[in-house]
């Protein structure tokens, strides 16, 4: 009995999180014309106990419950404690934005919640069904957030195309799922990884399995040649919607890979190694070339995001302990960079101004010269410039796709970082040195300054003092 009750504890911040999610359900149900007042403060309560119960288990042995279908690791950790902390801020910032254009609902919240708790099982699913619940749990709620603005026709016309394509995706995994059940014998990723590693299997079979499995996986990532939805959806999606879907669902599906493709079939490498290498080197070559001809900043930081999702594809497909520590070092440095670049968008927004075109940006140095300031920094690290974080984040990916003398792709990721520094140095020349659009001046609430302000200074500090978050990562994995 008291085994059990450990193994439980293993998931409780999942538990907790659950609980959570209904009892603000129920409050969105009854609590009358505060119901999203109280949604809030209770989400944000429900995020941070989440994140403190996740931090005191860190120090705990690792471990498997509900049947070996569930993993308690330090990647689960880690993982797991940076979508909880994302979502608060991206909470925090969606606040005002939602309440000027009457979108502040209970039902945001709830969905939010229910979204983070998909998000935590898949970081610890260690079973294809229980993998395959929580993404399905995630995604249905991004679904609904995507077309939460009913009168817009364009948030509408975003979430049909999200939820038809991420049916497709799904269907597309599940088959995956099957084959690679049909070769193994078994859907736990314990008993794949021993099948795959004896050597035995149809390997045919197992390659086809595969194919499918990553096209669930590049859907999931936003990965050219699955990318078709992520611009449009982006754009499409009220801003605060398109900050949940930038940040911690990219966490979640990153989970996904290294559970499928390192823990589960690392032995099978030679198989998705070249499915990956042509994903990466695609989604970096087109994701960077079509960003420069955006006028639209969302739909270039959708842009953007596929070319950062094929840096992170690159630690990956090197199949080294290495490789996979430089993945999650950007995944991480990549969610808290999309968190202020949104969050930007959101700070210079109001009633009636959607802050969303390049041209919005002119002159915002002589009207704001801090938040220009950290506008400038986010652009920087986002085009890998030293010395701030995401300089790192690239350095270490490409480093790792060197030491197994994939020279060619290696240049290909350096040659895409120089031609993707000239979007992002071009909003940089439009707030300094365009003339004024004549916008007012920002009227987002103090306490999302402040976090703003705190957020991108966190990106230059992690620049200037990367080694322990590097060695963090480098320490998952050893």
Not at 101 to 127: C, D, P
Not at 235 to 255: C, D, E, S, W, Y
Not at 366 to 379: C, E, G, I, S, V
Not at 437 to 460: E, R, W, Y
Request: charged fraction near 10%; glycine fraction near 8%.
């Amino acid at each position: 009995m008291t085994s059990y009750i450990d193994n439980i504890a293993l998931a409780l911040p999942e538990l907790f999180i659950l609980f959570m999610a209904c009892v603000i359900l129920l409050v969105v149900a009854f609590a009358g014309k505060k119901e999203a007042s109280f949604a809030y403060g209770l989400s944000q309560f429900t995020l941070a106990v989440t994140a403190l119960l996740i931090y005191l288990g860190m120090a705990g042995e690792s471990g498997f419950t509900f049947s070996d279908s569930y993993i308690k690791d330090p990647l689960s950790d880690i993982l797991k404690l940076a979508i909880c902390l994302i979502n608060m801020v991206v909470l925090l910032y969606s606040t005002s934005y939602l309440k000027q254009r009457q979108l502040f609902k209970g039902e945001y919240y709830v969905l939010a919640i229910f979204s983070t708790l998909g998000m935590m099982v898949l970081v610890s699913a260690y079973h294809l069904v229980t993998i395959y619940l929580g993404l399905e749990l995630m995604s249905l709620c991004l679904y609904a957030m995507v077309a939460m603005h009913r009168d817009s026709s364009i948030a509408t016309e975003a979430a049909m195309k999200y939820f038809i394509l991420g049916a497709i995706a799904s269907g597309m995994l599940l088959y995956g799922m099957s084959i690679i059940y049909g070769a193994t014998g078994s859907l736990s990723i314990n008993i794949i990884a021993e099948r795959v590693s004896a050597g035995d299997l149809d390997q045919t079979v197992l390659s086809f399995g595969l194919v499918f499995l990553i096209i669930g996986i590049g859907f999931k990532l936003g990965a050219v040649p699955f990318h078709m939805w992520l611009p449009d959806v982006y754009q499409g999606a009220p801003t605060a919607v398109t900050l949940f879907i930038a940040a911690a669902p990219k966490v979640a599906a990153f989970a996904m890979m290294i559970r499928l493709l390192v823990d589960g079939l690392a032995d099978a490498h030679q198989h998705w190694q070249g499915m990956l290498i042509m994903l990466a080197v695609l989604s970096m070559i087109i994701g960077n070339v079509i960003a420069i001809a955006q006028t639209n900043l969302k739909r270039m930081l959708a842009y953007s995001t596929i070319s950062h999702v094929g840096f992170i594809l690159l630690g990956v497909l090197s199949a080294t302990q290495a490789g996979y520590s430089a993945s999650l070092f950007y995944v991480l440095v990549y969610a808290l960079m999309s968190l202020g670049a949104f969050g930007m968008i959101i700070l210079m927004s109001r009633n009636g101004f959607e802050a969303e075109q390049i041209e919005d940006y002119k002159g915002l140095a002589q009207r704001n010269p801090w938040f220009a300031l950290m506008m400038m920094l986010l652009m920087f690290s986002m085009a890998g410039i030293p010395p701030l974080v995401g300089f790192y984040a690239k350095l270490t990916v490409i480093q790792s796709i060197i030491d197994i003398e994939l020279i060619s792709v290696a240049v290909v990721a350096v040659l895409m970082s120089v031609i993707g520094a000239f979007y992002y140095l071009r909003i940089i020349k439009v707030m300094y040195f365009d003339k004024e659009s004549g916008q007012h001046a920002l009227s987002a609430p103090l306490d999302m300054k402040i976090m703003f302000s705190v957020n991108v200074c966190t990106i230059f500090i992690l620049g200037i003092f990367p080694g322990a978050l590097l060695a963090l990562c480098s320490g998952i994995f050893s």
